[in-house]
């Protein structure tokens, strides 16, 4: 089994910033991709941002120039910068990963999520 755990969500005026973590730990061979999904209320879940294990990244229209996202492989731990925040960007934010547990195993794991409100 592999775990993600998230932190780094809250409350912030648009405008401001928040960087969210998410640390991947478990039955870990490599880690492929890692990434961000978020999902406002009444819509479906929707890429935010990716990033290999090779550091090729992959953004939302809606985030590009204002997120960023990065890893460090050492730690299992990818993370997403977000600044210039909008209320448009309210949603709980969902860490992926996907790899191999063994030669044998591979996984997709999501974390639990964690809330970003941007607000006045």
């Known amino acids: 089994q592999v775990q993600l755990v998230e932190s780094g969500g809250g409350l912030v005026q648009p405008g401001g910033s928040l960087r969210l973590s998410c640390a991947a730990s478990g039955s870990i061979f490599d880690i492929n991709a890692m990434g961000w999904y978020r999902q406002a209320p009444g819509k479906q879940r929707e890429l935010v941002a990716t990033?290999?294990?090779?550091?090729?990244?992959n953004f939302a229209d809606s985030v590009k120039g204002r997120f960023t996202i990065s890893r460090d492989n050492a730690k299992n731990t990818v993370y997403l910068q977000m600044n210039s925040l909008q209320p448009e960007d309210t949603a709980v934010y969902y860490c992926n990963a996907n790899g191999r547990m063994d030669k044998f195993r591979s996984f997709d794991s999501w974390g639990q999520g964690t809330q970003v409100t941007v607000s006045s």
């Open positions: 990033i290999t294990s090779g550091g090729n990244t």
